[in-house]
């Protein structure tokens, strides 16, 4: 499915799977709706706080992002942990190339939270 007939990519809207419109005439997609948080402030930082959510729909590559406040002692899942930091980096400053990242570890099943029970088993390329 690719509606737009260009390049298959991500696309940023303001809110993932709105309602269907008239106007639109564009049936709903029923892709299922993922969420990251991540942190891109040092612990050290006064902002540290302030983090990036990204909720997106593999199906439409849809995508929402914005900042979400989460409290300094919550432990957020990094599905980027058993990365090098150049790698890390490259990620983080792409959201384009994060999605792809992201949505590629889910299809190999590989997300956070299907592994978190054996955490010791990832390689570790450090
Ligand atoms: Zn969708």
Redesign the pocket.
């Given at each position: 499915m690719n509606p737009g007939g260009g390049p298959w990519t991500w696309k940023k809207v303001s809110v993932?799977?709105p309602p269907v419109s008239m106007e639109e005439g564009r049936r709903?997609?029923?892709?299922a709706?993922r969420s990251h948080v991540y942190r891109i402030f040092a612990f050290e930082s006064s902002l540290y706080e302030r983090c990036v959510g990204l909720s997106w729909?593999?199906?439409?590559?849809?995508y929402v992002g914005g900042v979400v406040h989460v409290p300094r002692d919550e432990v957020l899942p990094d599905p980027l942990a058993g990365l090098v930091d150049e790698e890390r980096s490259k990620l983080t400053r792409s959201e384009h190339r994060l999605l792809d990242h992201l949505d590629r570890l889910i299809r190999q099943g590989r997300w956070p939270g299907a592994d978190l029970a054996d955490p010791g088993n990832r390689p570790q390329r450090r």
């Open positions: 993932l799977h709903q997609c029923s892709g709706i729909c593999s199906a439409c590559r849809r």
